[in-house]
């Protein structure tokens, strides 16, 4: 799946994409990762604290999609109808909040 992401400067991840695989894959892409150490790792990498809470944002945005039902299962047949739900839901949760 990261193989298909767009071109980027940084990767915000969670601890679950913590491995050395992983990292030296978006390294050798040119993509600085940020992504926490898990507990149980003996060698430790650095990683950006201030830029990882960025990544509650995006999370945030997530939960407020999914609160709408034909958005989390996807009701839609068509991807253009899928995307202009999409596009509704997200001003209605910005709208709202």
């Given at each position: ?59 945030r945005m ?36």
């Open positions: 799946m990261l193989d298909a992401a767009p071109p980027a400067d940084e990767l915000l991840a969670d601890k679950a994409y913590d491995s050395d695989a992983v990292r030296e894959n978006l390294i050798d892409r040119g993509i600085r990762p940020v992504i926490p150490n898990k507990d149980d790792r003996r060698f430790l990498h650095p990683f950006d604290r201030k830029r990882y809470r960025d990544r509650n944002a995006i999370e997530f939960c407020r999609l999914k609160d709408f039902r034909r958005i989390a299962t996807r009701y839609d047949k068509l991807a253009r109808n899928y995307l202009a739900s999409l596009c509704l839901a997200a001003l209605v949760s910005c709208w709202l909040r």
